[in-house]
């Protein structure tokens, strides 16, 4: 296994990844735990310096207890600009309200996809199914273009996403984009978007071996939040360099991850807490616009 932190070399000549077929493992970092909200204990992988590597998505953020107490604050009103919140349960449930008069609540299984555009006021709070919480909040960038269209918000039951049963006992669930597996072409229940994204939850049972085609031309991420793979441990980010097949290798306890791909977007990226613009110019805007009540139509 890879030391966290830990680059690997890059291959100079992406024919030779081409005719390798296979993504090569280029860095692995961990999550950092960290807080949010009202006191959510999380762990976090997001900030400047992993902008490039994690682009499109700008953050991939995990709760993971079974202590009412590290989650129970949950995240009181706030505002978003500029970017999409997806949120995945695993267990759990998590109630979501705006200003938009949108309210939902999404259990183990479903997901709530939200663009938070030109901008949203929104609150998430947790609910308790027996104590345990698990479950995921992944920020995806939006490009400039697109950085300022109407907020919009969608949930997705769990009984909706497309999955497939892995012959060795696995799972794969396509949350969002398109995969082959198994020479079968899954796709999820989203529309197309300007990013590409790719959402994949996959769960390997001890030493199952997985082959995942999808973006690629584009890198991919694999966020392990169970058990461990051949090179990747649990809370680890394995990147992976662009290719025509991901491979995934389960250790002996088996191995449960994200999978995240998209296409990156090559512009700036300022961010400034809940805002994700271009430019300094933006984010004071964005500032401005909250403080004085401006911020999203009607208020």
Known sequence: MLMVGQRLP???????????????????????????G????????????????????????????????????????????GFETITYMKAGQMRHRDHMGNE?????????????????LHSEMPEQLEGLLHGFQIWLNLPAA???????YREIVSADITQQRLPGGGLVRVIAGEVLLNQQRLRGSLPDMSTRPVLLDVQLAAN????????????????????ATDVIGPR?????????VLQLQAGRSGAELLVL????????????????MNTAEEIER??????????????
């Open 10 to 36: 890059l291959y100079k000549n992406l024919s030779i990844i081409v005719e390798k077929s296979m993504r090569q493992l280029a860095q692995v970092i961990a999550a950092q735990a960290t807080q949010d």
């Open 38 to 81: 009202d006191g959510v204990k999380i762990h976090r992988l997001a900030g400047i310096g992993l902008h490039q590597l994690l682009n499109p998505f700008l953050m991939i953020d995990e709760i993971n207890s079974d202590e009412a107490s590290d989650y129970i604050g949950g995240f009181p009103e706030h505002p978003h600009r």
């Open 104 to 120: 939902g609540l999404i259990g183990p299984g479903d997901v709530q996809w939200m663009t938070a555009g030109a901008g949203v």
């Open 146 to 152: 697109e950085k300022m269209k109407p907020a919009a």
């Open 208 to 227: 199952e071996i997985v082959e995942l085609s999808f973006n690629t031309q584009h890198p991919a991420l694999a966020y392990v939040y169970k058990g």
């Open 236 to 244: 680890q980010l394995g990147v992976y360099t662009e290719g025509k």
């Open 261 to 276: 791909s998209g296409q990156p977007i090559q512009e700036p990226v300022v961010q400034h807490g809940p805002f994700v």
């Open 286 to 299: 964005a500032i401005s616009d909250f403080q004085n009540r401006q911020f999203v139509s009607g208020l």
